[in-house]
Protein backbone atom coordinates (compact mmCIF):
# COMPACT_ATOMS: atom_id res chain seq x y z
CA UNK A 1 0.00 0.00 0.00
CA UNK A 2 1.33 3.31 -1.02
CA UNK A 3 0.88 6.35 1.97
CA UNK A 4 1.57 9.69 1.88
CA UNK A 5 1.97 12.23 4.43
CA UNK A 6 1.90 15.73 4.58
CA UNK A 7 2.83 17.66 7.45
CA UNK A 8 4.54 21.23 7.27
CA UNK A 9 6.87 20.66 10.67
CA UNK A 10 9.91 18.69 9.04
CA UNK A 11 10.74 17.33 12.79
CA UNK A 12 7.69 15.87 13.38
CA UNK A 13 7.16 14.32 9.91
CA UNK A 14 9.90 12.64 9.97
CA UNK A 15 8.80 10.46 13.46
CA UNK A 16 5.30 9.80 11.79
CA UNK A 17 7.46 8.91 8.95
CA UNK A 18 9.41 6.44 10.90
CA UNK A 19 6.88 4.72 12.77
CA UNK A 20 5.12 3.84 9.10
CA UNK A 21 8.53 2.47 8.32
CA UNK A 22 9.34 0.64 11.29
CA UNK A 23 6.50 -1.07 12.15
CA UNK A 24 4.60 -1.77 8.72
CA UNK A 25 5.53 -2.48 4.80
CA UNK A 26 4.11 -0.19 3.93
CA UNK A 27 5.94 2.20 0.93
CA UNK A 28 5.10 5.66 2.71
CA UNK A 29 6.29 9.28 1.29
CA UNK A 30 6.47 13.26 3.36
CA UNK A 31 5.84 16.03 1.85
CA UNK A 32 5.89 19.65 3.72
CA UNK A 33 3.21 21.65 1.51
CA UNK A 34 -0.07 20.80 -0.46
CA UNK A 35 1.38 22.22 -3.76
CA UNK A 36 4.45 19.44 -3.25
CA UNK A 37 1.51 16.99 -2.41
CA UNK A 38 -0.36 17.61 -5.74
CA UNK A 39 3.11 17.36 -7.61
CA UNK A 40 3.85 13.63 -5.99
CA UNK A 41 0.29 12.50 -6.51
CA UNK A 42 1.53 13.63 -10.51
CA UNK A 43 3.89 11.39 -10.63
CA UNK A 44 2.41 8.46 -8.83
CA UNK A 45 0.01 5.91 -10.10
CA UNK A 46 -1.82 5.23 -6.95
CA UNK A 47 -1.98 6.07 -3.40
CA UNK A 48 -4.36 3.95 -0.82
CA UNK A 49 -3.52 6.59 2.03
CA UNK A 50 -3.50 10.38 2.33
CA UNK A 51 -2.47 10.97 5.89
CA UNK A 52 -2.40 15.28 6.40
CA UNK A 53 -2.92 18.35 8.53
CA UNK A 54 -5.89 20.05 8.26
CA UNK A 55 -5.21 23.36 8.49
CA UNK A 56 -1.73 24.45 8.01
CA UNK A 57 0.42 27.02 5.90
CA UNK A 58 0.18 26.18 2.66
CA UNK A 59 -1.91 23.08 3.32
CA UNK A 60 -5.93 22.73 3.46
CA UNK A 61 -6.83 19.18 4.41
CA UNK A 62 -9.85 19.03 3.01
CA UNK A 63 -8.97 20.49 -0.48
CA UNK A 64 -5.96 18.23 -1.04
CA UNK A 65 -8.12 14.93 0.38
CA UNK A 66 -10.94 15.87 -2.47
CA UNK A 67 -7.86 16.65 -5.34
CA UNK A 68 -6.28 13.09 -4.43
CA UNK A 69 -9.66 11.20 -4.24
CA UNK A 70 -10.65 12.91 -8.22
CA UNK A 71 -7.20 10.40 -8.83
CA UNK A 72 -6.66 8.14 -6.53
CA UNK A 73 -10.41 6.42 -6.15
CA UNK A 74 -9.59 4.11 -3.45
CA UNK A 75 -8.08 6.68 -1.34
CA UNK A 76 -8.49 6.56 2.57
CA UNK A 77 -8.18 9.78 4.60
CA UNK A 78 -6.46 11.17 7.82
CA UNK A 79 -6.20 14.32 9.91
CA UNK A 80 -3.79 16.00 11.93
CA UNK A 81 -5.98 18.83 13.32
CA UNK A 82 -4.08 21.89 14.68
CA UNK A 83 -5.57 21.05 18.64
CA UNK A 84 -4.24 19.08 21.29
CA UNK A 85 -6.19 16.11 21.93
CA UNK A 86 -6.62 16.71 25.52
CA UNK A 87 -9.22 19.62 23.96
CA UNK A 88 -11.24 16.36 22.93
CA UNK A 89 -14.34 15.94 24.19
CA UNK A 90 -16.14 12.55 22.75
CA UNK A 91 -13.90 9.33 22.43
CA UNK A 92 -14.23 7.50 18.57
CA UNK A 93 -13.96 4.28 17.95
CA UNK A 94 -11.88 3.46 14.69
CA UNK A 95 -10.62 7.41 14.85
CA UNK A 96 -9.04 8.83 11.32
CA UNK A 97 -8.13 12.50 13.31
CA UNK A 98 -5.25 12.53 15.21
CA UNK A 99 -4.32 15.69 17.03
CA UNK A 100 -0.87 15.99 19.27
CA UNK A 101 0.05 14.46 21.02
CA UNK A 102 0.25 12.38 18.04
CA UNK A 103 -0.81 8.62 19.13
CA UNK A 104 0.92 6.21 17.09
CA UNK A 105 -0.51 3.09 18.28
CA UNK A 106 -3.84 4.79 16.98
CA UNK A 107 -2.66 5.84 13.66
CA UNK A 108 -0.65 2.36 13.19
CA UNK A 109 -4.11 0.75 13.52
CA UNK A 110 -6.45 3.46 11.17
CA UNK A 111 -3.13 2.41 9.03
CA UNK A 112 -4.47 -1.16 8.74
CA UNK A 113 -7.48 -0.59 8.73
CA UNK A 114 -7.34 1.17 5.43
CA UNK A 115 -5.69 -1.15 3.75
CA UNK A 116 -8.59 -3.39 4.51
CA UNK A 117 -10.87 -0.92 3.11
CA UNK A 118 -8.60 0.41 0.24
CA UNK A 119 -10.26 -2.52 -1.81
CA UNK A 120 -14.02 -0.86 -1.45
CA UNK A 121 -12.74 2.36 -2.54
CA UNK A 122 -15.08 3.84 0.33
CA UNK A 123 -13.34 6.83 2.13
CA UNK A 124 -15.52 6.38 5.37
CA UNK A 125 -15.64 8.31 8.59
CA UNK A 126 -17.68 8.68 11.87
CA UNK A 127 -19.86 11.54 11.87
CA UNK A 128 -18.61 12.81 15.63
CA UNK A 129 -15.40 12.36 14.53
CA UNK A 130 -15.82 14.86 11.65
CA UNK A 131 -18.26 16.85 13.92
CA UNK A 132 -15.71 17.50 16.71
CA UNK A 133 -12.78 18.41 14.27
CA UNK A 134 -14.83 20.91 12.58
CA UNK A 135 -15.80 22.19 15.72
CA UNK A 136 -12.40 22.36 17.66
CA UNK A 137 -10.82 23.92 13.92
CA UNK A 138 -13.61 26.16 14.56
CA UNK A 139 -14.15 25.65 10.98
CA UNK A 140 -17.29 27.60 9.10
CA UNK A 141 -19.49 26.27 6.08
CA UNK A 142 -21.27 23.04 5.66
CA UNK A 143 -20.49 19.67 6.33
CA UNK A 144 -22.76 17.18 4.24
CA UNK A 145 -22.43 13.51 5.04
CA UNK A 146 -24.11 10.67 3.13
CA UNK A 147 -25.10 7.40 5.10
CA UNK A 148 -26.11 4.64 3.12
CA UNK A 149 -29.25 6.65 1.49
CA UNK A 150 -29.16 9.43 3.93
CA UNK A 151 -28.35 12.74 3.45
CA UNK A 152 -27.27 15.54 6.57
CA UNK A 153 -25.78 18.84 6.39
CA UNK A 154 -24.34 20.58 9.51
CA UNK A 155 -23.87 24.22 9.27
CA UNK A 156 -20.97 25.91 11.87
CA UNK A 157 -19.36 29.25 12.50
CA UNK A 158 -16.50 29.51 14.34
CA UNK A 159 -16.78 26.03 15.43
CA UNK A 160 -20.41 26.05 16.82
CA UNK A 161 -23.09 24.42 15.33
CA UNK A 162 -26.04 26.55 14.37
CA UNK A 163 -28.26 24.11 12.42
CA UNK A 164 -28.68 20.37 11.29
CA UNK A 165 -30.87 19.14 8.42
CA UNK A 166 -31.69 15.59 7.33
CA UNK A 167 -34.60 14.22 4.95
CA UNK A 168 -36.37 13.77 8.11
CA UNK A 169 -35.86 16.38 10.69
CA UNK A 170 -33.82 19.70 11.71
CA UNK A 171 -32.14 21.10 14.70
CA UNK A 172 -31.09 18.64 17.84
CA UNK A 173 -33.15 15.69 16.39
CA UNK A 174 -31.03 16.37 13.12
CA UNK A 175 -28.05 15.84 15.27
CA UNK A 176 -29.03 13.23 16.81
CA UNK A 177 -29.77 10.92 13.86
CA UNK A 178 -26.46 12.11 11.86
CA UNK A 179 -24.25 11.66 16.07
CA UNK A 180 -25.49 7.95 15.14
CA UNK A 181 -23.81 7.43 11.64
CA UNK A 182 -21.22 5.59 12.03
CA UNK A 183 -20.06 5.44 8.34
CA UNK A 184 -19.95 8.33 5.97
CA UNK A 185 -18.93 10.16 3.54
CA UNK A 186 -18.20 13.48 3.79
CA UNK A 187 -18.09 16.92 1.98
CA UNK A 188 -16.75 20.55 3.55
CA UNK A 189 -18.43 23.58 1.63
CA UNK A 190 -17.08 26.85 3.69
CA UNK A 191 -18.73 29.15 1.02
CA UNK A 192 -22.50 28.28 2.11
CA UNK A 193 -24.61 31.14 3.25
CA UNK A 194 -25.56 30.06 7.04
CA UNK A 195 -29.37 29.64 7.72
CA UNK A 196 -30.84 30.78 10.80
CA UNK A 197 -29.32 29.62 13.58
CA UNK A 198 -31.67 27.24 15.59
CA UNK A 199 -28.82 25.92 17.82
CA UNK A 200 -27.83 27.69 20.76
CA UNK A 201 -25.67 25.68 23.03
CA UNK A 202 -22.47 24.91 23.20
CA UNK A 203 -20.86 22.74 20.57
CA UNK A 204 -20.21 20.22 22.64
CA UNK A 205 -23.51 20.22 25.08
CA UNK A 206 -25.66 19.36 21.50
CA UNK A 207 -23.07 16.86 20.39
CA UNK A 208 -22.83 14.69 23.56
CA UNK A 209 -26.22 14.61 23.80
CA UNK A 210 -26.72 14.15 20.09
CA UNK A 211 -24.45 11.05 20.91
CA UNK A 212 -27.16 9.86 24.41
CA UNK A 213 -29.99 10.60 21.72
CA UNK A 214 -28.53 8.64 19.40
CA UNK A 215 -27.74 5.34 21.66
CA UNK A 216 -24.59 5.06 19.33
CA UNK A 217 -22.43 2.02 21.64
CA UNK A 218 -19.10 3.26 20.28
CA UNK A 219 -19.10 6.89 21.07
CA UNK A 220 -18.54 7.51 24.84
CA UNK A 221 -17.83 11.30 26.54
CA UNK A 222 -14.62 11.83 27.68
CA UNK A 223 -14.47 11.92 31.46
Not at 111 to 130: M, P, S
Request: glycine share 6%.
Amino acid sequence: MQLLIVHSDADLGKQLLQVVKDYTAHECDLVSSGDEAITWAGQKQQCEFLLTQLDAERIDGFSLGGSFSEVFPKLQTAFFPNYSAAEERLDVNETKVFPEPIDGERMLKAIARAEKAATEGRDLFHAVDLLQMCCLSRKSGAIQMVCAQKIGVVYLRGGAILQAETDDAEAKDALSEIAGWSSVEFAFDSSVTIPIRSITRTWHEVLIEAVLRSKQRKVTPRN
